[in-house]
């Protein structure tokens, strides 16, 4: 197969439509927020960092993540969504190992951390095969909470 080349761009002015219109399959609409939600909540928080999943110049998905990392030296991975017409096809599994080869870049990066709801049996399987690992902690909401640690 030839080499698919994923990216991430921080979502601006000129794409934030472009990111708006891109949605997961009707069943997955309970496993992650919108992304108009996802952009308020980064306009309001400003250490949440919008970025577009790209290939090639098309925008496929969406990543928000939290660029402040925390006093335990984790950074966390917010919400994550592969537009339905572009799943299945490898790039979710590739713009999670970006996101990952850019904060371990970062010297203060101890882990990178994410939560998925119990039944998301997908989102569970990509994140293991990305080298992320169960952390037996689950969120307020029951979401549990898996982690990368970063060398
Ligand atoms: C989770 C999600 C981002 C995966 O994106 P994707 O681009 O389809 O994933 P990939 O193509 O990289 O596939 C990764 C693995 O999941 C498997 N997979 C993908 N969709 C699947 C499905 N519907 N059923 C079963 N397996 C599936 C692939 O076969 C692949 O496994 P493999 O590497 O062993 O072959 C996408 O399904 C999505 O947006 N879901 C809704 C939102 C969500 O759940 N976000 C995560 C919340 S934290």
Not at 14 to 40: F, G, K, T, Y
Not at 41 to 55: D, F, M, N, Q
Not at 64 to 89: A, C, P, S
Request: with cysteine; net charge negative.
């Amino acid at each position: 197969m030839d080499q698919i080349n994923v990216s991430l761009n921080l979502i601006t002015k000129e794409s934030e439509l472009e990111c708006i219109s891109l949605r997961p399959r009707e069943d997955q609409l309970n496993l992650v927020a919108s992304n108009s939600d996802s952009l308020l909540h980064a306009a309001k928080e400003i250490t949440s960092k919008p970025y577009g999943v790209y290939v090639e110049d098309i925008m496929v998905g969406f990543i928000l993540f939290d660029n402040e990392v925390y006093t335990d030296g984790y950074y966390w991975i917010l919400r994550f969504m592969i537009d339905e017409r572009h799943q299945g096809k490898g790039y979710g599994k590739l713009a999670i190992r970006e996101i990952i080869r850019k904060l371990e870049n970062r010297m203060d990066c101890k882990q990178v951390r994410v939560s998925h709801g119990p039944h998301n049996i997908v989102a569970n399987r990509l994140y293991k095969e990305c080298g992320f690992q169960d952390t037996g902690e689950t969120e307020e909401n029951g979401d549990i909470i898996l982690s990368y640690y970063s060398k």
